[in-house]
């Protein structure tokens, strides 16, 4: 009775603290350079040398530049944190792929697709969005800087385990709808906070007909809706998306590790302490509308009315309209666009790129949208370079540019100015996240596409 959690938790749980604690053992640590300069300080300190190195993992992604990565980092602090980075995995012998390098990417992007993360594993990382790895079948959340000292010490962290949550997803995507589009779905119909305190398996014949790009889409934002984190149980199409993968297992070593995750599933008579059915011909082509990602409706629907809320949540309703410029009631298709941003760790992989490329095919990015398309790694600028996108982009007006967390956040030169509308295929709409006085509406690649060149909101089944 029980479910894929439960499996992979209680047989990496070293010990159970009185209070209901557990040390958890963790089999890899993706560390980037924002959250781990803390940490090795701490370590230092206390006299204490990395425990395992060759289980933890580190790329720089959150402050590096997209464009001239041949050149130094012009930010001070940007270039402080990178410097410091490679310094610190140099002196405690922690694998690292520096930029340029043909490994470097975005930490969540890079971590799949070189098959370092592998079905049945514990990994944390400190960033909330390390709940991206589920969607191999392990269990990936974000850590706090002090919890990351805590695994760079011992590979072991305390935590209490979460309640269980199943979130089904049935039947068939109609035409022009894509992950982003579930996911966002989902939190807008359960809210930011309908998974607190429980870490979601996502299931149902919907999930299980996506790719695997795909899932690391909706796992990545399980975090958004309050979850502890996100995972799909490792199918046929998990096993062909790894095998032959860089640190992926080889020869006999493969089909052991084949015949053991197989196993990974939840148990058919598991019970979850909470479950949601939704019908996939319910979803359509999403976007949002305030300062959460929650915030969203179907791209043909109108903003909700505040009618129903408490006063408190009214206050914040109209706050958060007011800051986006948007009133209660009118319809997204046709606002205006300033911006559009194709990347980050929830939609920088290559699957994105070849979709917004494709859409784009032949048409003209519109005069007035600024837009940065940015890849997740190098390996997917490559494979983006390699398939012709690259030039399909610059026939069309769009310039694809260099690996790196970009617009997702404002932590680069990538920001988005003062006032400014972007559609952005991140995971976060806060306010100023992606600059000061910025307003974000998140979307997946193909309403971006459309946004790219009509220069408004605009339904993309209407232009397919």
Request: charged share 20%; net charge negative.
């Amino acid at each position: 009775m029980n479910t894929l959690f439960d499996k992979i938790w209680d047989t990496h749980t070293v010990k159970t603290i009185d209070g209901g604690s557990c040390v958890l053992y963790i089999d890899r640590q993706y560390i980037h350079e924002v959250t781990s300069p803390q940490a090795f300080a701490g370590l230092r300190r206390r006299g204490i040398e990395v425990f395992r190195p060759q289980q933890v993992t580190a790329s720089p992604d959150h402050n590096i530049p997209t464009q001239n990565q041949h050149l130094p980092i012009a930010e001070p602090q940007s270039a402080e944190q990178v410097a410091t980075l490679v310094k610190n995995c140099a002196e405690t012998g922690i694998t690292i792929f520096p930029i340029g390098e043909a490994h470097n990417g975005i930490i969540h992007v890079i971590g799949p697709q070189t098959g370092l993360t592998q079905p049945g594993m514990t990994i944390v990382c400190g960033d909330s969005h390390t709940s991206t790895h589920g969607a191999l079948g392990c269990i990936a959340f974000g850590i706090g800087t002090s919890e990351v000292e805590m695994a760079l010490a011992s590979q072991c962290i305390l935590q209490s385990k979460p309640k269980s949550m199943r979130i089904n997803i049935e039947g068939e995507l109609k035409e022009g709808v894509c992950s982003k589009d579930i996911i966002l779905y989902i939190i807008s119909k359960l809210g930011t906070g309908g998974g607190t305190g429980h870490f979601v398996e996502f299931a149902g014949s919907a999930i299980r007909s996506l790719s695997m790009e795909a899932r690391m889409t909706i796992c990545n934002m399980s975090i958004e809706m309050g979850a502890r984190g996100g995972m799909i149980a490792p199918d046929q199409t998990t096993f062909d998306y790894l095998k032959g993968r860089e640190f992926a297992p080889q020869g006999k070593a493969w089909d052991e590790a084949v015949e053991r995750w197989s196993k990974l599933r939840s148990d058919d008579d598991a019970v979850f302490d909470k479950e949601v059915t939704f019908d996939a011909a319910d979803i359509e082509p999403m976007i949002t509308y305030g300062t959460n990602p929650g915030m969203g409706i179907g791209i043909s629907g109108t903003i909700p009315t505040s009618e129903g809320l408490d006063e408190a949540s009214k206050v914040s309703y109209a706050k958060a309209l007011g800051y986006m410029g948007f009133s209660e009631g009118e319809k997204m298709i046709g606002k205006k666009v300033d911006y559009v941003f194709v990347g980050s760790c929830t939609n920088g992989r290559i699957e994105d790129l070849r979709a917004f490329a494709h859409f784009v095919k032949g048409k003209k990015k519109a005069d007035n949208i600024t837009a940065w398309i940015v890849p997740g790694s190098k390996e997917v600028e490559r494979l983006a370079i390699e398939e012709g996108l690259k030039e399909i982009l610059n026939e069309a007006g769009f310039e694809l540019r260099q690996p790196g967390c970009s617009a997702c956040l404002a932590m680069n030169e990538d920001k988005i100015p003062a006032g400014k509308y972007c559609v952005a295929t991140s995971n976060r709409n806060f306010e100023g996240r992606q600059g000061p006085d910025a307003r974000t509406m998140l979307a997946g690649p193909l309403v971006a596409a459309a946004a790219a060149v009509t220069g408004v909101v605009t339904d993309p089944r209407d232009l397919m």
